[in-house]
């Protein structure tokens, strides 16, 4: 069990084998139990994102179709310039196209009440409080948090991006090492229980791991991602554009009549902010 940090570390190791390298650069380590739950178990923080939810109707594959939404950064920054000073300056990237995209295919769906829950589910590591978990360079497993937002399905739709982009921050910042404590404790208490897919939309970003610098001896890969995507999911990964721009795909599956929709809303979008002064 590994996180795409983890996959990545195994991906370069064989590389590097396959190179005539010796041994690999970062030898790998175990180091499973620094991240068992404490004992005893005493979660510190809500996780909605396990909430025992009833499981909402899914749409058959037959009806789903995949397609690849591509943001360059003048996409970005036409988005940004509708913010709020302070998240035009400290926003991600990554915060502001999840906010668009959650509110996007929650408009495209047309499958919730005003007042239902929609969740946004989003992947974020620990890696950076290695030292606080006492992770040591070369681990490979799971080292990763599900953060939720959670908000009313009409609330989301007439709240201003703005809202949603400051909701996404919040969560993220909430992923602490005393967060990830919390989670391993509630995971032990009850029984490894599933994420909460009732109108979940769960995103992953894998720009940053390294899947288009694995190199087994002849040149970077074209593409580097997941091979596939499942409705409800969505992952951002690194491309460049027919001119080299460094870029973001972020693929989607959704049903026939819904993928029109979401695309026009984020075709909208883009040329509503193009237009703002």
């Known amino acids: 069990m590994c ?8 991906l370069n190791a064989v590389a590097e084998l396959a190179r005539g390298l010796p041994a690999p650069t970062i030898a790998p380590a175990w180091s499973r139990e620094s991240l068992d739950a404490r004992r005893p178990p005493a979660p510190s923080f809500p996780h909605p994102e396990y909430d025992p939810v009833p499981r909402t109707p899914i749409p058959t594959e037959d009806d789903i179709v995949r397609r690849a939404f591509v943001f360059g950064p003048s996409d970005v920054a036409a988005i940004k310039k509708g913010l709020p000073p302070h998240l035009r300056d400290r926003a991600t990237s990554f915060e502001v196209l999840a906010a668009v995209l959650w509110r996007a295919r929650t408009a495209a769906l047309r499958t919730l009440w ?19 978990l006492s992770l040591p360079a070369g681990y490979y497993g799971f080292a990763c948090a599900y953060v939720t937002v959670v908000m009313a399905a009409g609330t989301l739709l007439s709240c201003s991006l703005a809202d949603v982009v400051e909701q996404v921050r919040e969560a ?11 989670t391993a404790d509630l995971l032990v208490l009850r029984g490894r ?18 899947f288009q610098r694995v190199d087994f001896g002849w040149g970077e890969p074209v593409y580097g991602g997941p091979s596939g995507i499942k409705f409800g ?6 491309v460049k554009t027919s001119d080299g721009t460094d870029a973001v795909a972020v693929p989607v599956a959704l049903p026939t009549m819904a993928m029109e929709k979401f695309a026009a809303e984020i075709q909208s979008l883009l040329k509503d902010s193009i237009k703002q002064p």
């Open 3 to 10: 996180d795409a940090a983890g996959f990545i570390q195994f």
């Open 114 to 132: 005003s007042d239902e829950e929609a969740r946004l589910v989003t992947v974020v590591s620990v890696r950076r409080h290695s030292s606080a």
């Open 172 to 182: 993220k910042a909430s992923v602490t090492p005393e967060y990830m404590r919390s």
């Open 193 to 210: 229980p599933p994420l909460a897919r009732a109108n979940m939309f769960l995103l992953s970003d894998l720009r940053h791991v390294g």
């Open 233 to 238: 999911s969505a992952f951002f990964v690194a």
